[in-house]
């Protein structure tokens, strides 16, 4: 009870009170604090530039991310006796529909004219380079 009269004195004194095992929830914010009025006004300035310049990056990217999603299926554990019917599933009047080829995706192969090599040119994205 001692300890509890303790913190009630000290905060009626507006004194600091630190929980040893609790301080850095109670400490946290202050650090922000300290942090984000340490920033000038030019700093700010160029983070907030940056920030939405960033957002119009994405928003205007948001259509290519859609379409990729539409586009890319991959079928993972499948085995041999369903890819049969699949095929009935993947043509329609003896034709291949586009973006039902699933064939085995080969990372890191840098032959052009393996026809298992995963590319596709989507506009607004430039091609990965070797070293990406």
């Known amino acids: ?7 009630k ?23 922000i ?3 984000v009025n340490a920033k000038g006004v030019d700093e700010w300035r160029n983070i907030c ?9 994405y928003r205007k990217s948001d259509h290519i991310e859609h379409q990729i999603t539409e586009e890319l299926f991959i079928r993972v554990g499948q085995d041999s006796d369903s890819d049969a019917s ?3 599933d993947t ?5 291949s529909v586009p973006g039902s080829n699933y064939e085995e995706l080969i990372l890191g192969s840098s032959d052009p ?3 298992r090599v995963f590319s596709f040119d989507i506009p607004g994205i ?5 070293s990406d």
């Open 126 to 130: 430039p091609p990965l380079s070797n």
């Open 86 to 88: 699949d095929s009935a």
């Open 113 to 115: 004219a393996d026809p």
């Open 49 to 57: 530039g940056k920030v939405k310049q960033l957002e119009d990056d």
């Open 9 to 31: 004195k000290y905060r009626e004194e507006n004194r600091l009170i630190i929980y040893t095992d609790e301080s850095y929830v109670h400490s946290s914010h202050e650090l």
């Open 33 to 35: 604090k300290e942090k």
């Open 1 to 7: 009870m001692n300890y509890l009269r303790k913190i």
């Open 91 to 95: 043509e329609q009047d003896g034709e």
